[in-house]
């Protein structure tokens, strides 16, 4: 089986203790990212943070950045979220109007570029650009909140996506978010992802950090 790493999401974090936060991710083997959650207001009906929030956590940790643009046509504002540590930037299909513009426009500033798709998107939407790609976020709850139930068909559009990939012998790493905990995440991971975004699960436990040891015990220690 591939490495499977966390990304867990600062979403549900009290935003008076970032810093804090990033330690209680520190440290741990299963935790290979921290994930970014944008929302614009417009493409979701929610609004969290942006680029002064990502730039002010540049370097206050060594895990890589993961960021997730929930924001209608995302081309405007790719080159805020580059910071040292940026590893992907993933925008979503559904809100961007020349996607494989995009997906190069990120790749430009030496960053690794993500597709995201909505619970109703299908895996097809990318066909022709798969080969482009370094991320597939297979979205498993419709994207605004945390806190959300998972949404079982996420499990096909795993399967099919990680199927392509093989088929094609491509490399690109394939994520799921949204409604994951201890519980539900054996199945994400046997679908094909390997990287999982947990938000709630872990930062609404009545012991996060009991909660992330748990979940290195689960991935094996986080083997390589
Ligand atoms: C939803 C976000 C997710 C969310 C995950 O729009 O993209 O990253 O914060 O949180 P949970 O794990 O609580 O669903
Ligand atoms: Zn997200």
């Known amino acids: 089986m591939a490495t499977v790493k966390l990304s867990p999401s600062i979403l549900s974090a009290d935003f008076a203790n970032l810093g804090e936060t990033l ?76 996607l494989e513009r995009t997906l190069r426009q990120i790749k430009s ?21 798969l080969d482009a790609v370094d991320q597939v976020l297979v979205m498993s709850v419709n994207p605004g909140f945390g806190g959300q139930a998972f949404i079982p068909s996420s499990l096909d559009k795993l399967r099919t996506l990680a199927k392509l990939r093989d088929e094609r012998g491509l490399m690109f790493k394939l994520a799921v978010d949204g409604g994951i905990d201890r519980e539900n995440i054996k199945d994400v991971i046997d679908a094909g992802a390997d990287i999982v975004i947990v938000g709630s699960s872990i930062l609404r436990a009545e012991d996060p950090e009991a909660e992330l040891l748990a979940y290195d015990e689960l991935l094996g220690g986080g083997q390589e």
């Open 109 to 129: 500033f030496g960053v690794k570029n993500g597709v995201a798709l909505n619970p109703a998107t299908p895996p097809e939407s990318l066909d022709y650009i």
């Open 23 to 98: 330690r209680l991710f520190e440290g741990h083997p299963s935790v290979g990212y921290i994930h970014f959650d944008i929302m614009d207001g417009d493409f979701v009906p929610n609004i969290s943070f942006g680029a002064p929030l990502v730039k002010s956590l540049a370097g206050k940790t060594g895990l890589p950045f993961d960021v997730h643009m929930m924001v209608t046509e995302p081309a405007r504002y790719i080159e805020d979220y580059v910071v040292s540590g940026t590893e992907f930037i993933v925008v979503h299909e559904e809100a961007t109007f020349h």
